[in-house]
């Protein structure tokens, strides 16, 4: 079946622009994740959505990201006014809903603000 | 806080030697340790997922062992195939996030 897919797939901005990144997850999983993982580290939690809440936001680095979930499956990353420092890999995870189900997760989406 | 550390940074082995990568960790209880693989340019590959102090995996040549501080994942007779980044993660009881090592960078040389 489908893994995890990500668009797009590189992504370059300049600084000060916005930017969404989309996920759409295994179907069927409830749970949704985002993570960050810079060069040579490994992945950082950003959020976690089970349907379509936030369930745990406590990652995001401060108030220019957003994270959205209307209907329970896609989901959207924003980055408003974007900084060189946000240049990163951004991953996401889907899982069932039970806590200790594994997290599966996509190919990335390769972010690069000059 | 909950904290993983992944020893060494980075490891050689010529094809067919055998050893060990090490997962330290601090975590206010575990519900569970996870192991991923990871390619260039490719997001996290999932390998295993122990539970408790004691539990063994098996996947081929790769096993992977937990104690109440750190996971080894071994790696027998390896060929330049399982050259990769090998990532260690933690999941707290009452989270859902994972928090990840640094990771282990293995290149099998033919």
């Known amino acids: 079946g489908a893994g995890v897919s990500q668009t797009p797939s590189n992504k370059v901005t300049e600084k000060g622009k916005y930017v969404e990144l989309r996920c759409d997850p295994i179907s069927g999983h409830t749970a949704l994740y985002w993570y960050r993982q810079s060069l040579g580290q490994g992945p950082e939690f950003l959020i976690y959505f089970q349907g379509t809440g936030a369930a745990d936001d406590s990652g995001l680095p401060n108030d220019r990201f957003f994270a959205v979930r209307p209907e329970g499956s896609v989901s959207t990353l924003k980055i408003q006014r974007t900084e060189r420092g946000d240049s990163a890999v951004y991953l996401c995870a889907s899982s069932l809903a039970q806590p200790g189900d594994t997290q599966y997760f996509g190919p990335g989406t390769r972010l690069t603000v000059l | 806080e909950d904290q993983v550390t992944q020893s060494p940074e980075a490891l050689r082995l010529q094809e067919g030697e055998s050893s060990s990568l090490n997962c330290s960790y601090t975590?206010?209880?575990?519900?569970?340790l996870f192991w991923y693989r990871q390619d260039p340019g490719k997001g996290p590959e999932f390998l295993f997922t122990l539970y408790s102090a004691g539990e063994e995996k098996e996947k081929e040549r790769l096993k992977a062992t937990l104690t109440k501080k750190e996971s080894f994942l071994h790696i027998t007779a390896p060929k330049p195939e399982d050259s990769a980044t090998y990532l260690c993660?933690?999941?707290?009881?009452?989270?859902?996030?994972?928090?990840f090592g640094q990771g282990t960078r293995l290149t099998i040389n033919p």
């Open positions: 993660a933690v999941q707290a009881w009452g989270a859902q996030k994972l928090v």
């Open positions: 975590v206010s209880g575990l519900r569970g």
